[in-house]
């Protein structure tokens, strides 16, 4: 029997450190590609893509990375990462297909949602409070952010600057060492365009606590079984 809970205590703490593990990759921030976790594609270029919601939370600011071959846009990495990763969506503003209207975020992992307000009306929301989600055109505004083609070693984070985008998304060419930068500012064109604050690393595996959590149940219950 003490070899059994010894076996037991041993289980519970190494599925604590991972769950620990985990969150500490949530709260890890990013200055360059080596501390991005998720990434997108296959290819020898890289390329890295914040989104920075600007909610006031500590963790306001995310960060995906994109691998590629050829010739690639901006608007090519924002649909290879919203197709890959669930938790996150994206629309772009009615007519204008080349702008973003509004940015979500499943935080939790458990498939909230959100609903959408119209423009000029922008009361749309995410349905759970833990997760992020803004939207605007006008009352709203999702601005465009990238680093200098002219300088491709120059990381925003890193030692580099961020320039406002001249171009919408479709018309950006990447190139092996881009960022890309989404940064909403609440009050609309007329406000302070906010730079994307120091993003931290999104989580390739947003389930990985749901299963160890599944495992520790199960451990529990084999115990009490035996």
């Known amino acids: 029997m003490e070899k059994k809970m010894s076996k037991f205590f041993l289980l519970l703490i190494a599925a604590l450190l991972l769950l620990l593990g985990a969150e500490s990759a949530r709260s890890q921030t990013v200055v360059d590609f080596s501390g991005i976790t998720y990434w997108v594609g296959s290819g020898s270029n890289e390329a890295a893509m914040v989104i920075d919601w600007n909610n006031g939370s500590t963790m306001e ?8 071959d050829g010739m690639a846009t901006g608007m090519d990495m924002l649909e290879a990462i919203t197709t890959d990763d669930a938790r996150l969506e994206y629309n772009p503003v009615p007519g204008f297909p080349t702008a973003v209207y509004a940015f979500y975020y499943d935080f939790d992992g458990d498939g909230g949602g959100f609903v959408q307000g119209a423009i000029g009306v922008e009361d749309g929301s995410a349905n759970d409070p833990d997760d992020y989600y803004a939207e605007g055109w ?35 060419d990447l190139f092996d060492g881009a960022w890309d930068g989404w940064s909403f500012d609440a009050d609309g064109f007329g406000g302070t365009t906010f730079l994307p604050e120091i993003p931290v690393a999104a989580i390739p595996e947003p389930s990985i606590m749901i299963y160890l959590i599944g495992g520790l149940l199960g451990l529990l219950f084999q115990r009490r079984r035996n």
């Open 61 to 68: 600011s995310f960060v995906w990375g994109y691998r590629w």
């Open 138 to 172: 006008l009352g709203g505004f999702w601005s465009y952010w990238l680093n200098s083609p002219s300088s491709p070693g120059d990381e925003p984070y890193n030692g580099g600057d961020w320039e406002f985008s001249a171009v919408g998304m479709a018309d950006r």
